[in-house]
């Protein structure tokens, strides 16, 4: 999937979200569980934010019925990972350390959390250096 299909706006990870947590839907079941109050403008919102994800690859469409079903083709893994590269492109010459110092500097961590960085440093500690992504 191409990088630059991982620059979706705020209104379109609205709609990631709830493909996420509900795969299979159709517009008016993604527009309903969006916008509770209901409108022909709103809809129509939804399907252009559709075709626009699923331009990008982030979205599939399964026209074999009526009414066509969506399901999210990036999972929230993918584009978190994705995001944070690109902050830290940005802010850090690419390096994720300091956003990730950052981050659990000023998080109150929870025991389960704290517990999963150990386990997650103690297995990059064990393999071999990965080649950054590109």
Same mark, same amino acid.
């Given at each position: 999937?191409?990088?630059?299909?991982?620059?979706?706006?705020?209104?379109?990870?609205?709609?990631?979200?709830?493909?996420?947590?509900?795969?299979?839907?159709?517009?008016?079941?993604?527009?309903?569980?969006?916008?509770?109050?209901?409108?022909? $403008? /709103?809809?129509?919102?939804? !399907?252009?934010?559709?075709? +626009? #994800?699923?331009?990008?690859?982030?979205?599939?469409? *399964?026209? @074999?019925?009526?009414?066509?079903?969506?399901? $999210? /083709?990036?999972?929230?893994? !993918?584009?978190?990972?994705? +995001? #944070?590269?690109?902050?830290?492109?940005?802010?850090? *010459?690419? @390096?994720?350390?300091?956003?990730?110092?950052?981050?659990?500097?000023?998080?109150?961590?929870?025991?389960?959390? +704290?517990?999963?960085?150990?386990?997650?440093?103690?297995?990059?500690?064990?393999?071999?250096?990965?080649?950054?992504?590109?």
């Amino acid at each position: 999937m191409d990088p630059a299909s991982y620059n979706v706006t705020d209104a379109e990870l609205a709609i990631l979200e709830v493909l996420w947590q509900n795969p299979g839907r159709t517009i008016g079941e993604i527009s309903a569980a969006i916008y509770p109050a209901r409108t022909t $403008a /709103r809809y129509a919102t939804v !399907q252009k934010l559709l075709e +626009r #994800l699923e331009a990008k690859g982030c979205v599939e469409r *399964d026209r @074999s019925a009526f009414a066509h079903l969506f399901r $999210a /083709r990036v999972d929230r893994e !993918q584009l978190i990972g994705r +995001r #944070l590269q690109e902050v830290a492109e940005k802010l850090c *010459d690419g @390096s994720l350390t300091p956003l990730l110092l950052h981050l659990v500097e000023s998080t109150p961590l929870s025991a389960a959390d +704290r517990a999963r960085l150990h386990q997650l440093i103690d297995s990059a500690e064990r393999r071999p250096n990965r080649p950054k992504p590109s």
